[in-house]
């Protein structure tokens, strides 16, 4: 039986959003229940579990699963591993972390052309840190440029989502983590398109609502949770520090529209809308 998410869910979407994902930490088909029971358009297969790697695949499970996409009335997002370092400062591990992802590439093919969520990865212990985050910087611009070409010929788009920029927590350091290193990648690599994750942006004092205006054109959809500024908490909305107010005024005001996924744990899409609807009532009010 097919899902009527119209009959089944009575929440209005904001203007902006094209589509609502769930990532909920669950097996592919558990979530795509889970995201189906709650009215999301999209969800989240997640990688980096044990389970959902591009080894665990086998034929008669994908073809399974395109069936219960069609039945529910959902799409995947593959949510690629963010251990795989395609941003590595070590030139041999970033040429294996390429290849695996093309392998996620392949499985999200096969899946009807999911779209790849991809990450910076991360070095650990570089004696001279500036040196290494760098050298990271252009290996994975390097990487990223094979890959979307790859990915391009098999009908499959990549979102690079950007990571946390943790001072704190050492002694690893994230590549691409600063507004500066987003704009670098996204204007050298043609055909990248960029999943804004505003949690992770807010981290160590980030400006996510600066970041936004900055490369709203690059951003084909946004990662939405709260924090107070210190770890990335996927916090419900509006429970931690992050201005939605000046972010959502500026996708107004900027005609943006994307999809949007949620990594609100402890709260529903229907939560998160009401959040967002509340916001906009406001700024519509303060317009008048």
């Known amino acids: 039986m097919k899902i009527n998410r119209a009959d089944a869910h009575v929440d209005v979407w904001p203007g902006y959003m094209t589509g609502a994902a769930q990532q909920n930490y669950l097996k592919a088909e558990l979530g795509a229940l889970e995201a189906a029971s709650q009215g999301y358009s999209h969800w989240y297969i997640d990688g980096s579990l044990p389970g959902e790697r591009p080894a665990d695949w086998t034929a008669s499970r994908i073809e399974a699963l395109k069936e219960t996409m069609l039945r529910l009335d959902v799409k995947p997002i593959y949510h690629g591993n963010f251990k795989a370092p395609l941003g590595s400062d070590v030139r ?14 392949d499985l ?18 570089p004696r001279l840190v500036i040196e290494a985050r760098r050298t990271g910087l252009t290996m994975l611009i390097d990487n990223l440029g094979e890959l979307v070409e790859y990915a391009r010929q098999r009908k499959v788009e990549i979102w690079l989502e950007n990571l946390s920029n943790y001072t704190k927590f050492h002694p690893f350091y994230y590549i691409c983590v600063t507004g500066d290193e987003y704009a670098e990648v996204l204007e050298s690599v043609p055909g990248l398109k960029f999943f804004f994750d505003v949690s992770h942006a807010h981290v160590n004092e980030g400006n996510p609502v600066e970041v936004f205006e900055r490369l709203h054109q690059h951003v084909v959809g946004m990662s939405f949770s709260d924090n107070k500024g210190e770890r990335d908490s996927h916090f419900p909305l509006g429970r931690g520090s992050l201005d939605y107010p000046g ?20 709260s529903t899409l229907s939560d998160s809308l009401s959040y967002l609807n509340d916001v906009g009532a406001k700024l519509a009010g303060k317009a008048v």
């Open 247 to 266: 972010l959502v005024e500026a996708m107004l005001r900027h005609e943006w529209k994307g999809l949007i996924g949620f990594e609100t744990r402890g």
């Open 108 to 125: 999200s093919a096969s899946l009807g052309g999911a779209p790849v969520i991809v990450h910076g990865g991360g070095i650990v212990e």
């Open 92 to 105: 041999e591990l970033g040429g294996a972390a390429l290849d695996y992802i093309k392998r996620e590439v």
